[in-house]
């Protein structure tokens, strides 16, 4: 049975920082694509960032540009978001979702969430 389990979340000023971990079991970690999503209250969940099963391919939202990095460590199944210079607009519950390809995260494994909160 495959579990995405997220964690790092909290509450934060803004300017401040916070890193999210994914744990991963049940599937080869290594042959997955990871991603990041959110979904703020009252607004559909969009795609936040993007890495390819080795790391070497990685996508932003054009607002998290700059600020935020994901990376994977395929040796301890986990996927991270580093996340700088959070905004209150960066609150949301975060996922992390596992995939073959890439393009279809969409449609792939999902966690339950941990939630970001940034105050002004």
């Known amino acids: 049975q495959v579990q995405l389990v997220e964690s790092g979340g909290g509450l934060v000023q803004a300017g401040g920082s916070l890193r999210l971990s994914c744990v991963a079991s049940?599937?080869?970690?290594?042959?997955?694509?990871m991603g990041w999503f959110r979904q703020a209250p009252g607004k559909e969940r969009e795609s936040v960032a993007r890495?390819?099963?080795?790391?070497?391919?990685?996508e932003y939202t054009d607002s998290v540009k700059g600020r935020f990095t994901i990376s994977r460590d395929n040796a301890k199944n986990t996927v991270y978001l580093q996340m700088n210079s959070l905004k209150p607009e960066d609150t949301a519950v975060y996922y992390c979702?596992?995939?073959?390809?890439?393009?279809?995260?969409?449609?792939?494994?999902w966690g339950q969430g941990t939630q970001v909160t940034v105050s002004s």
């Open positions: 979702a596992a995939h073959s390809f890439i393009a279809m995260l969409e449609s792939g494994y």
């Open positions: 049940g599937l080869t970690f290594s042959r997955y694509a």
């Open positions: 890495i390819n099963w080795g790391g070497g391919v990685t």
